[in-house]
């Protein structure tokens, strides 16, 4: 069906630990993914985002991997910190300004 | 250079009524879309507006409808509310090039009561 899932619903980690959330998306169509972070009360915050000729980007202390062949996206966060601690949702769609299918979010807390 | 703005940030509402949504699109994007993110969950894509038309639509009731201005901003309506519409309501702003990713705004939360 049309629906992005993600492995685990929370993750808790140690500040400074590095991070990883998935993410599994089955719509093979989809050739564009985002990674957004949603603080509360607040909207979604863009991360990254990776098209799919590529299977690895990165950006400040963030990294996206995509696997197409298992249709999985995972996140990884360098040294995470206290301002880590959100949801984080993986989003995916067909060009870069077409609808998006969201995942329903792991929450990440990081402990100090 | 300001980012996608969105009115009111809250909203309280009773069933059976309309209300109407606002939001203005970061500096120099074109198009508009509208997403509801119910608690709990992952933003629904509602519709996307370009060229002062809807382009693309979700699984959204004729209920809810939408409207783009020249300026692009855009406005979204829900009529004959229900419980159940009560969501935090995102707009999100993008080229139409798609080269481009979509920003949020920070949402109007609808409460229906």
């Known amino acids: 069906g049309e629906s992005v899932g993600l492995h685990l619903p929370t993750l808790s980690v140690q500040e400074g630990d590095n991070s990883i959330i998935n993410c599994a998306y089955s719509?093979?169509?989809?050739?564009?993914f985002i990674w957004y972070k949603q603080e509360s009360g607040k909207g979604p915050q863009f991360i990254i985002d990776?098209?799919?000729?590529?299977d690895k980007r990165q950006g400040q202390r963030v990294t996206v991997l995509l696997n197409k062949t298992v249709k999985h996206l995972s996140l990884q966060i360098a040294a995470t910190q206290p301002g880590d601690s959100a949801v984080y949702f993986c989003a995916e769609g067909q060009g870069g300004s077409e609808k998006l299918v969201f995942g329903k979010g792991t929450k990440l807390t990081v402990n100090p | 250079d300001a980012g996608v703005t969105q009115s009111p940030t809250h909203l309280i509402k009773t069933r059976g009524q309309q209300v109407t949504l606002r939001c203005s699109p970061k500096s120099g994007h074109d198009t508009v879309s509208w997403y509801q993110q119910a608690l709990g969950q992952g933003p629904q894509f509602i519709f996307q507006?370009?060229?002062?038309?809807?382009?693309q639509r979700g699984n959204f009731p004729d209920r809810f409808s939408g409207h783009q201005f020249p300026n692009y901003s855009s406005e979204l309506n829900v009529n004959a509310l229900l419980l159940g519409d009560s969501a935090l309501y995102l707009c999100?702003?993008?080229?139409?090039?798609?080269?481009?990713?979509?920003?949020f705004g920070p949402g109007t939360r609808l409460l229906v009561l």
């Open positions: 719509n093979s169509a989809s050739d564009y």
């Open positions: 999100a702003s993008s080229f139409a090039s798609g080269e481009e990713t979509q920003y």
């Open positions: 507006y370009y060229e002062e038309e809807e382009r």
């Open positions: 990776i098209r799919s000729n590529m």
